[in-house]
């Protein structure tokens, strides 16, 4: 099993691994991802709220308001999503760079 280093980490040392590995080659093409499941996140539900006034106004039209739901699940699912893959390869950075992530304070 993976050690949770990142997780367990302090807020000022989180920002800085985050820092340091969105730096890297691999961390801004993955920044890059996670910023555009962020933008399909916030559209979905942008839709989800569409549809639910629109399926509320319309005589409480039951297939707008499902839609409304799946397209909150998968905007839900695309923001834990894009959390899970942040946290998992910043603790794999961490933990594989331990110099770097362990500074000292003085």
Do not use: W
Not at 13 to 21: H, I, L, S
Not at 42 to 71: A, K, P, Q, R, T
Not at 83 to 102: E, R, W
């Amino acid at each position: 099993m993976e050690k949770n280093k990142y997780q367990r980490a302090s807020k000022n040392t989180k920002k800085e691994v985050a820092k340091e590995f969105f730096n890297t080659e691999y961390g801004h093409s993955l920044k890059v991802r996670l910023t555009r499941l962020l933008i399909y996140s916030v559209l979905l539900f942008g839709f989800f709220i569409y549809f639910l006034i629109d399926g509320i106004m319309d005589n409480n039209n039951v297939s707008e308001i499902i839609l409304g739901v799946v397209f909150a699940l998968f905007a839900i699912l695309f923001l834990v999503g894009s959390y899970y893959a942040k946290v998992k390869n910043c603790n794999t950075y961490m933990i594989n760079n331990p110099k770097k992530t362990n500074k000292k304070k003085k």
